[in-house]
């Protein structure tokens, strides 16, 4: 069976709407219409929610060994179709081929780490307070999982969430985003290919997010929400979860400082800065949203950095050697323009870029923006676009105030050849990732998550797998 696939997975077989409506995905390079895809309404979600609740007894029950052969098995073929997933990417969400190469191999690791992690979910024995007791405490996976994703990482994102979930021993309904689903379909196809058992990973496709968002977060059976997205949006699902008392993960929105100290390694903060700044043409969650840059340095990285940003290659991620593909969507794009604007207009001057790219409507040029304050728009919001914001400042104090001065809490960088340094800014930086001397920090070996409005729980290391368990304590009487 091709990895195209426009319908949506329920209990093993592949549906369209009640309905029979599709909705059309766009390649965000060419306007081209990829696919169209079923349109599922509120009501059919609840048919992924029935088969999730049926397939959980005996999916849970298999030992984890059981489990693992069968991730190992979809974390093989989603490897070895690298090639048609990255094209899938490519063409329904525009990033750069060699990166969604990336994001497939990265999307792959967290089937593969959570395959064996699964295999060490331990629980505890604990000193009695009575003689005649014995106590335990023993992990149990959660129940049904909805998970909702966003465009940005169409692989990844569910990867991430879906392969702790699925390891601990609970089954999934997916909702991918609607500028997205061909990714999401392509990867449950192989799942079915790697024997996962009917029901136990389902994928609802649709253009109501609102009401099947309701359905999922509404339905008491549903145990467990885990969602990546806008801080927004992860607010109205926090407060709908309220009524069943859901346990809840929230990936949300970010403004990530990338601070720049005098005393830093100048050639590795400009590499740093531009990996962090212009993967995914911006549109990353940990991107630098602001790049601070201390007195003693600012020339010369500002000369160095837009220096390598003028030679970066705008075009379709199709393209040989693409660097910098389109925006998501035209709102994407209009949010990119008017916060450039916006600074323009309050005093910043660009150094290269600050205007739309003529390799299509949705391209914008990569852009170096200095003199940026913390008055404008994008000192508080995430333009999630090739801009990179330069500031500067004198003091250490200052650049910890003004990166801790944001709702939100996700990731943070900074570059310093100082150990005194590095301690006093890691441990002072109000986040919870924090890259020191490196702009990438993501890996399924690592917790990755916010504090503050970026977010609740972990992705990733042995952190990732407790998101799906619960402990269930047992007090037992003996006879002495
Ligand atoms: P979004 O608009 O919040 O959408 C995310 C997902 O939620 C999509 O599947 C969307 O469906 C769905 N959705 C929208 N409204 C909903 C509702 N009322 N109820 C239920 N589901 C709803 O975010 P996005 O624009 O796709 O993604 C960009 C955002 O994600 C950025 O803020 C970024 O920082 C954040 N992000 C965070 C992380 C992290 O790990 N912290 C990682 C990646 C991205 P439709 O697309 O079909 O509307």
Known sequence: MSLYQPLSLINGQWVGASSGATFDVINPATGAIVEKVADLSADDCKAAIDAAEAAFPKWAALTAKERATILRRWFNLITEHTEALAELITEEMGKPLAEARGEVAYGASFVDWFAEEGRRIYGDVIAPHM????????????GVVAAITPWNFPLAMITRKVSPALAAGCTVVIKPSEDTPLTALAVCELANQAGMPAGVINCVTGMDAPAIGQVLTGDSRVRKVT?????????????????????LSLELGGNAPFIVFDDADLDAAVDGAMLCKFRNAGQTCVCAN????????????????????????????????????????????????????????????AVCGGSPHDAGPLFYSPTVLVGVTKDMRMASEETFGPVAPIYRFDREEEAIALANDTQYGLAAYFYTEDLSRTFRVYEALDYGIIGVNTGIISTEVAPFGGVKESGLGREGGPHGIEEFLETKYGCIGIKL
């Open 131 to 142: 003689a005649d007791k014995r106590i335990l405490a023993i992990k149990q996976p959660v």
């Open 227 to 247: 969602f990546t997205g806008s801080t927004q949006v992860g607010k109205i699902l926090y407060r709908q979860c309220a009524d069943s008392v859901k346990k």
């Open 290 to 349: 602001r790049i601070l840059v201390q007195s003693g340095i600012h020339d010369r990285f500002v000369e160095a950095f837009s220096a390598r940003v003028k030679a970066m290659k705008v075009a379709d991620g199709k393209t040989e050697g693409s660097e910098i593909g389109p925006l998501i969507n035209a709102d994407g794009k209009a949010k990119v323009e008017q916060h450039v604007e916006d600074a323009l207009a309050k005093g910043a001057t």
